[in-house]
């Protein structure tokens, strides 16, 4: 009897942690973006050390997490990923150019400037950074950590909210200012949306190249997106 009450103890304790990773790191970014607002390169910089370097810590506090086997390919579900990850770039580039007869983007290259530090002089190299790193951080941090790991310790539903809301909630801060709210609140229910499905693939597959192939052709696409919007193309 001792040993099961042990035990749940211990997996209450774990989940707790993760939860609390989870949110402070998030609060943390969230008010990184939205209130101190550094450079990009300084803002990156927190974000690798909150979105890597903590799951990283956790896990050697916690010996069940296996951070190794999220990046273990499967060359059957990569295609997959890859295929899917096309069709996504054909859609967000397809909703932008139909969208962009009826709402407004005006306001997201002078947010970005203003906000975010990010212009037309250093937007290429920027595009190519949330590209392939930032989107692997965020998949590895709110896909590999915050659902697979916390999907060991609680109900399959209770993971993939919190790491979909999770998801969501913290790109809050970083788009304040860019679009109406009406613009805004489709954009978060698409960003859950979205963490849910990246949640499905990453929980099919035990690794983090499912979702991050997705993820890197969306950001291609917002990243097109962007490029018109600076005037670059």
Not at 70 to 95: E, M, R, T
Not at 166 to 180: D, E, N, P, Q, R
Not at 199 to 212: A, G, P, T
């Amino acid at each position: 009897m001792k040993t099961v009450e042990l035990a749940v103890k211990n997996k209450a304790t774990k989940l707790a942690i993760i939860l609390s990773v989870i949110l402070v790191c998030c609060v943390i970014m969230g008010i990184v973006d939205a209130v101190i607002r550094p450079s990009y390169a300084v803002k990156s910089l927190i974000k690798i050390f909150l979105f890597l370097a903590c799951p990283v810590i956790y896990s050697y506090y916690d010996k069940e997490v296996s951070l190794k086997k999220l990046f273990y390919i499967q060359k059957k579900s990569f295609v997959k990923s890859l295929l899917l990850g096309i069709g996504v770039f054909i859609i967000i580039l397809a909703a932008y150019f139909y969208l962009s007869n009826i709402l407004d983007f005006s306001k997201v290259t002078t947010s970005l400037e203003n906000n975010v530090g990010v212009s037309k002089d250093n937007f290429v190299f920027i595009s190519l950074y949330i590209s392939f790193i930032n989107s692997m951080l965020e998949e590895f941090f709110f896909r590999g950590f915050a659902f697979l790991s916390l999907k060991r310790f609680t109900s399959r539903f209770f993971a993939y909210s919190i790491s979909s809301l999770a998801f969501a909630l913290y790109h809050v801060a970083m788009m304040i200012g860019w679009f109406s709210i009406g613009t805004f609140l489709l954009i978060i229910i698409g960003l859950i949306a979205g963490g849910v499905i990246f949640n499905f693939l990453n929980e099919r597959n035990e690794n983090v190249y499912s979702s991050w192939m997705v993820h890197m052709f969306a950001n291609f696409a917002i990243n097109a997106v962007g490029f018109m919007l600076f005037g670059i193309l």
